[in-house]
């Protein structure tokens, strides 16, 4: 009988299929929403509805907070019937205003009256609603606010969501100003609570209701606000009256931890504004841990899925954000040291000195039945972590903490070199031990993100090209550190001499002359090459993998109209058989993997492609209202004209949040040298003047201004 042999599609061969919805594939999102859903979020929490503000019963929409969905259906009606939308938007992230009409219904006559929603999660989910008559005589009307409780897991809300009602205990209020809904199971248990500031008139099932009479004029409002309970991640929050934070009137923390950062100026309004947009993302995405006593702030990966401590998205948003300040990456480098792996755990993919991929905290995680407190499915985290150490000291010189991690650093080199190599070949490859686990775990962590140019899945373990440009960036950093602050020359002098193998090796083992020359994205279980051509040659710029003498190939490819879409280099070349122009690694254009790519472009002096990907970037978040979304489809941008996002995209998310501030940094040609703040600049003529104040680096403030190829930088005061 013939061995089948495990895939990235089938990384378990020989255990059960598990039950369909249970794998985590991704709902579309927001089908049930409709075009226009709003979320408004703080740290681990958020409020996803459609445009009205309402959450429908059955959707992914809801009030979500430390991955357990706590309101699952929110639905306002008058007198039965659904309301209009005039207008609704958010105010900033974590509040949103919603302004709605009615149509004939029975007793009214089409917009009679006005409703108002203003919404805002703080320490609490608030919601206010403000009635208005227009009618010049009285009239009687009937307010209802349907609510659903089913406490399901995040995990169960992208796929399938087990029915838990027969376990929901009710406890509601008797005089009608509370919804009570409680769920144990085993150690984890959860309660949700809607309160009201007027009493409703009766309570029918889980629906509160009033019975209004309102004068003409009349004006009526309740509020209405749902409790949230403390924990991981969750971060000081906007506190007030609901509408002196819609005003912003309130004291609010977020607006005190930006003012902190760098602050950019542009001649080029898009520019200023993208990047304005990105730090104001970056502040709502923040999540706060405290950690040995310590308080650390680092950005979670993006809403709504992914809205916790992950590895490999909250290091790269770290190192894309440096250069407006350095406390994000101090607080993923701490973080992510506490909870690096010290043991072997087959369930979690757990492996001594390895960094962590995921941490969750719902249902399903507490109990054991996913791998995810934390998870270890990552084969380039550690590298990466790695990576910002020595980013993080070269902006930084913050000797304290770099000796602090060397112990971590240390680990993570013995990861690399001791379950990273699985067979001793001199690369990292990966393959996971869980029944729960990834099958790709590089960042193209779909399925079937690494392919063959011809559409087979290659066998496991896969050794990706990038992690191998990241394992050789990695030891050179490490060799500097080594050098310095970490006092360890020796073991400096051996890293760079595993650096130089792998580097004559990769070049040997991963390059494919034919079709112009490029890299292969990976080698197979069987080391045979795997020929789709990729960004992931972007990644290979970035790490300095690559010999100066293919670089202009590299730069080629990258560039061609196959990968090139107009709005930047698409995951997977159109010449390959899975090409698709929506598949999530097979065709889309991440601005993230994009702003790697433009770095490493800078880095060998292919300043006009970077500056061309950078344009394009910058006005495909202009019509996103400034922000980029996760990943854009890879459409042509000569045949449609207009970027459309990929269908389940997070927005916002933290990598392309830090995009823009990457691509300036990339265009400023800005960095940290013996202490000094050094410039390059190559500026496109379409941006004009380009001003950075309150940049931090050694512990002091800096400001840069450049235009064109000119710039100066100067300190300033503290």
């Known amino acids: 009988m013939a061995v089948v042999r495990a895939t990235p599609t089938n990384p378990n061969p020989g ?3 598990e039950a369909p919805g249970e794998g985590g594939d991704q709902r579309a999102m ?3 929403l409709g075009h226009g859903a709003l979320a408004v979020l703080s740290g681990p929490t958020f409020m996803y509805s459609n445009p009205s503000g309402d959450v429908p019963p059955g959707s992914i929409g809801g009030l979500v907070h430390l991955d357990t969905r706590l309101v699952s259906g929110w639905t306002v009606t008058l007198n039965g019937g659904e309301l209009l939308v005039l207008r609704a938007a958010t105010i900033d992230h974590y509040s949103a205003q919603y302004v709605l009409t009615h149509p004939e219904l029975p007793g009214l006559p089409p917009d009679s009256l006005s409703l108002r929603r203003l919404r805002y999660v703080g320490d609490g989910f608030y919601e206010r609603l403000e009635l208005a008559s227009f009618r010049p005589e009285p009239v009687r009307v009937e307010l209802r606010l349907a609510v659903a409780v089913d406490f399901a897991d995040l995990f169960e809300v992208k796929s399938v969501v087990r029915d838990r009602s027969a376990e929901i205990a009710r406890n509601h ?9 409680s769920y144990r199971h085993g150690d984890f248990s959860a309660q949700t609570r809607v309160c009201c500031s007027v009493p409703a008139d009766r309570i029918e099932g889980d629906d509160l209701v009033w019975d209004l009479h309102l004068h003409p004029r009349q004006e009526w409002k309740v509020d209405l606000h749902v409790p949230l309970p403390s924990g991981f991640g969750v971060v000081e929050a906007v506190r007030g009256d609901i509408a002196d934070v819609i005003h912003r009137r309130a004291d609010d923390p977020r607006r005190r931890w930006t003012s902190d950062r760098a602050v950019l100026r542009s001649d080029n309004e898009a520019l200023e504004r993208t990047v304005g947009r990105s730090r104001d993302d970056i502040a709502a995405l923040r999540l706060d841990l405290e950690v040995k006593g310590q308080r650390i702030l680092l950005p979670g990966a993006g809403l709504p899925w992914f809205l916790t401590v992950f590895g490999r998205d909250t290091l790269i948003t770290a190192y894309q954000t440096l250069v ?17 792996g010290d043991a072997c755990d087959g369930f979690t993919d757990e492996e001594p000195g390895k960094i ?5 905290s719902g249902e399903l995680t507490r109990t054991g039945a996913k791998p995810y407190a934390p998870n270890y499915g990552t084969a380039d985290a550690t590298q990466l972590w790695l990576i910002l150490l020595s980013e993080y000291w070269r902006w930084t010189h913050d000797q304290e903490t770099v000796r602090h991690l060397r112990d971590n650093a240390l680990a993570a080199l013995r990861w690399i070199d001791d379950y990273g190599d699985r067979d001793g070949d001199g690369y990292v490859e990966y393959a996971t031990r869980s029944r729960e686990g990834l099958g790709n775990q590089c960042w193209r962590d779909s399925p079937d993100g690494i392919c063959f140019a011809d559409g087979r899945i290659p066998l496991l373990p896969l050794a990706t090209c990038d992690l191998q440009g990241y394992t050789y960036d990695a030891k050179l950093r490490l060799a500097e550190l080594f050098d310095g602050p970490l006092d360890s020359p020796d073991l400096a002098r051996r890293l760079r001499d595993e650096a130089g193998t792998l580097y004559e090796r990769f070049n040997r083992d991963f390059w494919i002359e034919e079709r112009g020359g490029y890299y292969a994205v990976a080698l197979d279980g069987d080391k045979n090459p795997v020929d789709a051509k990729t960004s992931n040659m972007g990644h290979l710029l970035w790490s300095g993998i690559v010999p100066p003498e293919r670089a202009d190939a590299v730069v080629r490819q990258l560039m061609s109209p196959h990968m090139f879409s107009g709005w930047g280099i698409r995951t997977l070349s159109r010449e390959e058989r899975l090409y698709n122009a929506l598949g999530y690694h097979l065709g889309t254009v991440w601005p993230h993997d994009n702003s790697i790519a433009v770095l490493g472009l800078a880095r060998y002096g292919y300043r006009a492609e970077a500056n061309r990907i950078s344009l394009a970037m910058l006005d495909a978040a202009e019509q996103f209202g400034h922000r980029l979304p996760e990943a854009l489809s890879g459409y042509p941008r000569d045949r449609l004209l207009f970027a459309v996002p990929y269908p389940t995209a997070c927005s916002p998310q933290a990598w392309a949040a830090g995009t823009p501030l990457a691509l300036v940094r990339a265009m400023l040609g800005v960095n940290p040298v013996e202490g000094r703040l050094m410039l390059d600049p190559d500026i496109p003529e379409e941006l004009g003047r380009i001003t950075a104040e309150r940049v931090r680096a050694f512990g002091r403030l800096w400001a840069v201004e450049a235009v ?6 100067r300190l300033q005061p503290s």
């Open 15 to 17: 255990l059960l299929a």
């Open 30 to 32: 927001p089908p049930e």
């Open 173 to 181: 209020a008797a005089d009608g100003s509370e919804l009570c809904f």
């Open 324 to 340: 407006a300040g350095p406390a994000l990456a101090k607080g993923a480098l701490l973080a992510l040291a506490r909870l690096q």
């Open 356 to 360: 962590m991929h995921e941490v969750r």
């Open 708 to 713: 064109r190829t000119t710039g100066h930088v």
